[in-house]
């Protein structure tokens, strides 16, 4: 999956400090997940229900 054009924001809990950073980025039909200190490297990718499931275990961890 090509993701030159996505628009990645990083997720509202990361902080600043250089800490766990995750970046997140809506393409159609699904959703991608980097390291924002590595944006070279690695991505997840999932649908967006999917990626909702996964953002409500976290909540309860």
Partial sequence: M???RAVWRK???STSNGGECVE???VPGTVAIRDSKDP???RLI???DDFRRLA???KHT
């Fill in 2 to 4: 090509d993701l030159s």
């Fill in 46 to 48: 999932m649908t967006p």
């Fill in 11 to 13: 997720a509202s809990r």
């Fill in 40 to 42: 070279s490297g690695p």
């Fill in 24 to 26: 997140v980025a809506g």
């Fill in 56 to 58: 409500e275990e976290l």
